[in-house]
């Protein structure tokens, strides 16, 4: 496919991509498909097949299991330092999860077989996809523990700083009903720790947005499970 796209930008987009050597590099970049994703936008349909994989920018993508009765419950989530479409590249056909665009903006997008024959290639990227795997694993295992053993303020200050991380800017367009979804818990108990938070002076809330104003008092006051997670892939990028 032909692209336009400007090299340095993918490069300082997404982490994953700018970790490549130049010719594994290069031989990505014809294929890559800038796309704006909106809030709420389904990536994938649960059970659906995986056709495209999507190298988020400064979207943010939520993987999100959903119960028989339409209940629902994030278990891991992509920003700027990975990629959607794991399930693809090691041999299923389609999603087990919904995946929704969680935080709206950009995504480079490339045909999920063509990102598998570069995977066979056996370069640099299939080293980095396994071990950003293992860091998935790791970031969904913490969630299952979290989620089942943490109070709801711990839980949303880890959720919080991850997509503090990755979007990179203090303005969080999200609303208290989203928030609930992806902590399955109700609106109302959302709210009343989103006070407490802003009581405390950590956030400021607005209609659609959360302001982040004290990121360290957010780090002092989510669970371990925050500093573990964020340890696993950093490592995977060296930088630690």
């Given amino acids: 496919m032909p692209t336009t796209l400007n090299p340095v930008s993918i490069r300082t987009g997404n ?11 290069r031989r990505l970049v014809p ?3 800038e796309v704006k994703l909106s809030s709420g936008q389904v990536i994938y349909e649960q ?9 988020p920018m400064d979207a943010i993508i939520s993987t999100v299991h959903v119960m028989s009765d339409g209940t629902s419950i994030e278990v891991s989530l992509v ?9 693809a590249l090691l041999g299923a056909n ?30 640099r990227l299939q080293r980095l996809l396994l071990l950003y795997t293992h860091a998935v694993i790791k970031q969904m295992s913490q969630s299952v523990a979290c989620n089942r053993l943490h109070h709801i303020e711990q839980r949303l ?3 919080l700083l991850m997509i503090h991380d990755r979007v990179q800017r203090d303005d969080l367009r999200i609303t208290h009903e ?3 979804r992806m902590l399955g818990v109700r609106r109302a108990g959302v709210t009343e720790a989103l006070g407490v938070l802003q009581h405390a002076g950590m956030i400021n809330l607005a ?19 925050y500093q573990l997670v964020k340890e696993e892939f950093d490592n995977l990028y060296g930088d630690r």
Avoid: K
């Fill in 15 to 25: 982490r994953m991509l700018a970790a490549l050597p130049e010719d594994e590099f």
């Fill in 31 to 33: 294929h890559l498909e």
């Fill in 47 to 55: 059970a659906a097949p995986i056709i495209y994989a999507y190298f």
């Fill in 79 to 87: 920003g700027q330092e990975g990629v959607t479409g794991l399930s």
């Fill in 94 to 123: 389609e999603a087990f999860n919904e995946w929704i665009a969680q935080v709206p903006g950009t995504a480079l997008r490339i045909d999920v077989q063509r990102l598998q024959d570069e995977f066979n290639r056996s370069g």
């Fill in 157 to 159: 200050c880890r959720w």
């Fill in 178 to 180: 989203f928030v609930a």
């Fill in 207 to 225: 209609r659609g947005q959360v302001t982040v104003l004290d990121r360290q008092g957010l780090e002092t006051a989510a669970c371990e499970c």
